[in-house]
């Protein structure tokens, strides 16, 4: 179980940097998005239709990016987890029979 652990601590901090990018991204589209919508295209005096076409194009961008940075987000994040993570069990390197008996030497005083 301890060795789980470490597996995922190891994913959470491999995937930070994809998931900040992902957020800076969204929240980026988002803030172009809402600057378009309410400050440009009022000043902009578009008839009804020019308006609610130039908005529905505006939506599909916006839309279109945010559904593909998540896509590439979950893209990045399954090859994390399955070419990243160190597989105890694929791998019986010098470092991986040290970090057994570390932890088994630190579950031993820890009285498991």
């Known amino acids: 179980m301890h060795a789980n652990q470490v597996n995922m ?7 930070e940097m994809p998931m ?15 600057l378009c919508r ?5 000043k902009l005096e578009l008839s009804d239709e020019e308006g609610s076409g130039m ?7 916006a839309g279109s990016v945010v559904v593909l940075t998540l896509l590439i ?11 990243r ?5 694929l791998d019986r390197s010098e470092i991986y029979k040290q970090m057994e008996s570390n932890t088994a030497e630190s579950d031993e005083k820890e009285g498991k």
Not at 38 to 42: D, E, M, N, V
Not at 55 to 61: D, E, N, P
């Open 55 to 61: 908005i529905r194009t505006l939506s599909i961008v």
């Open 9 to 15: 601590e190891g994913f959470w901090r491999a995937a």
């Open 20 to 34: 900040e990018i992902a957020i800076g991204v969204i929240v980026t589209t988002i803030a172009i998005y809402c």
């Open 38 to 42: 309410f400050l440009l295209l009022p």
């Open 85 to 89: 993570l160190p597989r105890k069990e």
């Open 73 to 83: 987000l979950t893209w990045s994040l399954v090859s994390l987890s399955t070419n």
